[in-house]
C-alpha cells in the first residue's frame, strides 16, 4: 500500500478535531518512517527485487520492530501519547480525542498493509506472518489505492471548512498523488538498492508532508479575519 495510507489521513481530519492534516500525514506513514530508518540503520532487512509482486519490488523479509501487530500496537500508543502530551503543552481543544485519532491513523497503517502486502507481517518478533497479498494483483490494488484516496478526498472536503481554492488544491494533490502511485505501479524501472528505497520512502512521504502543511494555508488568513 502507498497512496492508499493517506485516505484515513485525509477522512480523519474534521472541523472538531482540528489535527493538522500534515500531523495525519506522518501518522499513517509513521510506520514506514520508522521502517526507512531502521532499514537505513541495518536493523530492518528489505530486499528490492524485480517482479517481486506484481505491484510491487519490496521483499521486507525483517520487519518486525516497525511492521509486526504487536510493535504497531506499541508505536500507536506510543503517538497517541506524544500528539497528546504535545497537545496539551499548546493547549489545544479536544487534545484527548484528538490523540486517540491519532494513534489509530498510525495503526490504519498496518491495517493497509496486510491487504495489499505479502506475507511478511509478523503478528509479533518475526513470527505467525501474515499478509492477504493484495499486491499480486496489480490493476485491483491500484483500484484499491486510488478508490480509498477518492474517499478520503471527498470526506475532507465535506467535512472540513474552506476556501474554494483549498478544495481545489486538495483535489489537485489528489491528482498528483494518483499520478505518483500510476508511476510506481505501472512504469518500468530497475530496482533500486534497499538504502536507496529507504531514502527515497523518507524524502517522498516528508514532500507530501510539506504539501498537505501548505494545503492547510491556502486561504487561511482570510478565514481567521473572517471569523
Ligand atoms: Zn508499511
Not at 156 to 169: G, I
Not at 201 to 220: D, H, N, P, S
Request: charged share 15%; net charge positive.
Amino acid at each position: 500500500m502507498f497512496v492508499g495510507h493517506y485516505s484515513v489521513a485525509f477522512a480523519a481530519k474534521t472541523e472538531r478535531n482540528k489535527i493538522p492534516l500534515w500531523v495525519l500525514f506522518i501518522a499513517v506513514q509513521f510506520l514506514d518512517y520508522i521502517w526507512a530508518t531502521l532499514v537505513l540503520l541495518g536493523i530492518e532487512k528489505l530486499r528490492v527485487i524485480k517482479g517481486f509482486t506484481a505491484g510491487s519490488m519490496l521483499d521486507s523479509y525483517f520487519h518486525p520492530y516497525s511492521h509486526s501487530l504487536i510493535a504497531a500496537i506499541a508505536w500507536s500508543g506510543i503517538a497517541a501519547l506524544v500528539y497528546y502530551a504535545i497537545c496539551r503543552r499548546h493547549a489545544c481543544h479536544y487534545s484527548t480525542s484528538a490523540a486517540v485519532i491519532v494513534g489509530v491513523a498510525v495503526f490504519s497503517h498496518w491495517i493497509l498493509d496486510f491487504i495489499a502486502h505479502p506475507r511478511d507481517l509478523a503478528i509479533y518478533d518475526n513470527t505467525w506472518k501474515v499478509g492477504l497479498g493484495m499486491w499480486n494483483y496489480r490493476d485491483p490494488e491500484f483500484a484499491l489505492e486510488i478508490a480509498l484516496l477518492a474517499c478520503g478526498i471527498i470526506l475532507y472536503l465535506s467535512r472540513n471548512v474552506m476556501p474554494a481554492w483549498r478544495k481545489v488544491a486538495a483535489i489537485g494533490f489528489g491528482v498528483g498523488l494518483t499520478i505518483i502511485q500510476i508511476g510506481d505501479t505501472y512504469v518500468p524501472r530497475d530496482a533500486l538498492t534497499d538504502k536507496a528505497t529507504a531514502m527515497g520512502v523518507w524524502i517522498f512521504y516528508t514532500l507530501f508532508v510539506a504539501v498537505a502543511f501548505f494545503l492547510e494555508k491556502i486561504g487561511r488568513r482570510r478565514q481567521i479575519n473572517a471569523s
